[in-house]
């Protein structure tokens, strides 16, 4: 999945879900980040930068993979859109954004590492 794929991803990702003007505001400008110092974690999410960053390695491996790891890290940043410090983690509000998604919530990935 190529950058391009990744955001038309993205947009149909967040139309999905119901966040206000405001919350939507700060959801404005996103990066994606294939990071190729990643080892271990298939994604991560940076709450303030607004970046999701890939593991490019891992990823690469296990292209059937990279939808489901970008939506659990773009769920982490819609989640803390809405619900602030409340939102962070694998709680219950990140799983209802999941659900939202159309995505089963769960914390770990099955790859090879």
């Known amino acids: 999945m190529n950058m391009d794929q990744l955001t038309a991803l993205m947009r149909s ?3 999905k879900v119901k966040i206000t003007e405001r919350q939507m505001q700060h959801l ?5 980040v294939f990071n190729p110092r990643m080892r271990t974690t ?3 999410a940076f709450y303030r930068l607004r970046e999701i960053h890939l593991n490019t390695r891992l990823l ?6 990279i939808e489901d790891t970008f939506a659990h890290e773009l769920a982490h940043l819609i989640s803390y859109a809405k619900y602030g410090t409340e939102g962070k983690g694998h709680g219950h509000h990140w799983q209802s954004v999941m659900k939202d998604l159309g995505y089963e919530p769960s914390r770990f990935h099955s790859m090879d590492v």
Not at 28 to 32: C, F, R, S
Not at 60 to 65: A, G
């Open 13 to 15: 990702l967040l139309a």
């Open 28 to 32: 404005g400008g996103i990066v994606i």
């Open 42 to 44: 298939a994604g991560r």
């Open 60 to 65: 690469s491996k296990n292209q059937h993979e």
